[in-house]
């Protein structure tokens, strides 16, 4: 066979199929495969003729890359939209005094205390709507579409900023930008999972997070040189690129072959696996069809069931309370608040440096965090990732807990090691950022059945903006009842029940085809099992043994 293809074909075997009358309509949705041309001796060598796994070349890798980058255009738009109010708020607040505010004060419009807060939390209030209505809206249309169609809001916004007379119009571009960022969910987190291989998912889909972290830092960095509203404007150029780079990127094959479009599904996938030739996707494309062509006949068999029904099978609960926890850990663990109180908190606890910049450290080590998660995840998988990165924070959290309650009864005991704030918080933003603020995302794309993955989407991300929110919010209320030594220790604790909680029910996803990641929540037995049998491992075995008949086991009873 040609040295370019790089899979080869596996026959469908009608044990494969349900036994029951849908037989037919599932076969009559698999893409046709090519059967292999000797199958009359099953030694070993031969079952690489059914089939062999795909070469894992960076030719191969490329397509999926550039189509994360360019979806990834967007997140980095979205996370500019996270990190602007901070830069816009010393030039809009006019009760601020320094230097700095002085400088950038804008002279079209000054905001008081409370349109500050509005300001600043319009744009996370909004976000959850957008993401409950994500997956409905876009499924549809598909998710080359929707993302496209999002890039035109985003440039509205900056737009809307620049030229923002009135509070009224600030609070409108804010809006728009926490209802697009919702609606991206579903289209984002959807495609990076339909278009990439296994071994490489992880790592693509960790670069949505990282993204955004990086579109928040960026407004921090212009923030030292330029005045806000030229800054939005710069920002425009980001949707731009957006626009024209998913032009050129295919749309998911599993969108398309849930609309019948088998033909365009197939084109997709040659170019996603490296520009190859139809026949060396044959194999994927058929295995992608029959998961979906039996997922539809399950649906079609229940069509009397209400809409909900889908909603409370443990298919979609198991994997909606692993992804929530994680997002409430993540979010209740400390380093959500620590981010937007962090320079309230650095010049709290006398930093050894200015608090903004320990804030800034605070982002770049965030950001580092989560490149190094997204560099280690495909060697590690997801577990180990995870466990390190909450038993970690939990860990740095407890001794700034100590740290502070030293303080409170005897300063002078610490005179001396008053960088210990600094470095065990910013140690805390990093290992978070490692796994447990990245990790439901990773997620979120893999664990859903495919004919509720879009809506699952939404609903599972709209938690953690609701989740950030109310413990943003709650953070002044926690630090009256229980002060700041015991606010860091509940964060402590937090973490450590989270680390515990994702040790006893996160299975390893990390290399996984979604099918099996599905079939692994279906089955009841096996809730506390962290380990995801693979379809292909298990056929390879079967095949194994029926072509080595003298070296299958019988259990049943003894040859002597």
């Known amino acids: 066979m040609n040295p370019d293809i790089r899979e080869r074909t596996e026959p469908v075997l009608t044990n494969d199929l349900p036994n029951d009358n849908s037989t037919a309509s599932v076969n009559c949705r698999i893409a046709q495969i090519k059967e292999p041309t000797n199958q009359n001796n099953y030694n070993n060598n031969d079952i690489n003729v059914f089939r062999t796994k795909s070469k894992k070349t960076f030719k191969n890798a490329l397509p999926q890359i550039l189509a994360v980058s360019a ?20 030039a809009l607040y006019s009760n601020s005094v320094s230097n700095i505010t002085s400088v950038r004060y804008d002279e079209l419009l000054q905001l008081n205390k409370e349109q500050i807060s509005w300001f600043s939390s319009i744009n996370l209030i909004c976000v959850p709507l957008g993401c409950m209505i994500s997956g409905t809206i876009t499924q549809p249309f598909g998710r080359k579409p929707s993302m496209i169609a999002l890039t035109l809001p985003f440039i509205l916004a900056w737009l809307l900023f620049h030229y923002a007379s009135t509070v009224t119009q600030l609070y409108l571009a804010l809006a728009l930008c926490g209802l697009c960022g919702g609606l991206l969910e579903a289209p984002v987190l959807t495609y990076v999972a339909e278009i990439t291989e296994p071994h490489i ?31 939005v404007l710069f920002n425009t150029i980001v949707p731009v690129v957006a626009f024209i780079s998913l032009l050129c990127i295919p749309e998911s094959p599993h969108w398309l072959i849930t609309k019948g479009r088998i033909a365009e599904a197939e084109k997709s996938l040659c170019w996603l696996r ?93 950001l580092m965090g989560g490149i190094l998660g997204l560099l280690l995840i495909h060697w590690t998988g997801k577990r180990p990732l995870a466990i390190v990165s ?20 005897n300063e002078e005991i610490i ?23 990245l990790l439901p995302w990773m997620l979120i794309g893999e664990v859903y059945p495919p004919n509720i993955r879009g809506q699952a989407s939404g609903a599972s991300g709209s938690s953690s903006y609701i989740f950030s929110f109310i413990a943003n919010k709650s953070y002044f209320m926690v630090l009256d009842c229980i002060n700041l030594s015991g606010t860091f220790l509940l964060y402590a604790i937090v973490s450590l029940i989270g680390c515990l909680m994702l040790y006893t029910m996160l299975p390893e996803t990390e290399g996984v085809p979604l099918e099996d990641i599905q079939n692994h929540f279906a089955d009841k037995t096996k809730t506390f099992v962290m ?28 040859h002597i």
């Open 390 to 409: 909450t038993l970690g924070s939990s860990l740095c959290f407890f001794v700034v807990s100590a740290y502070v309650f030293i303080k409170q009864y």
């Open 71 to 90: 979806k990834n255009c967007l997140l980095l738009t979205y996370g500019m939209t996270l990190g602007l109010p901070t830069i816009a708020i010393p």
């Open 274 to 366: 490296g520009w190859v030739r139809p026949d060396a996707v044959q194999y994927e494309l058929s295995m992608i069809s029959k998961s979906i062509a039996l997922n539809e006949e399950k649906v079609r068999m229940k069509k009397n069931k209400k809409f909900y029904s889908f909603y409370i099978r443990r298919t979609f609960l198991l994997p909606y309370f692993i992804i929530t926890a994680t997002f409430f850990f993540g979010s209740f663990g400390g380093t959500s608040t620590l981010q937007v109180y962090a320079v309230q908190i650095f010049e709290t606890l006398g930093s050894p440096i200015n608090g903004y910049t320990s804030t800034l450290v605070l982002g770049i080590l965030q």
């Open 531 to 558: 380990k995801i049998e693979r379809s292909d491992k298990i056929k390879e075995k079967k095949m194994w043994a029926a072509s080595n008949p003298a070296l299958e086991l019988d259990h049943t009873e003894t």
């Open 415 to 437: 005179l001396n090691v008053t960088w210990i704030p600094l470095v065990f918080l910013n140690t805390a933003a990093f290992m978070t950022h490692i796994s447990i603020r």
């Open 201 to 231: 998912r992880g790592v693509l889909s960790a670069l949505s997070s990282t993204t955004v972290i990086l579109g928040s830092i960026s407004q921090f960095i212009l923030g030292n040189f330029f005045h806000w509203r030229k800054i």
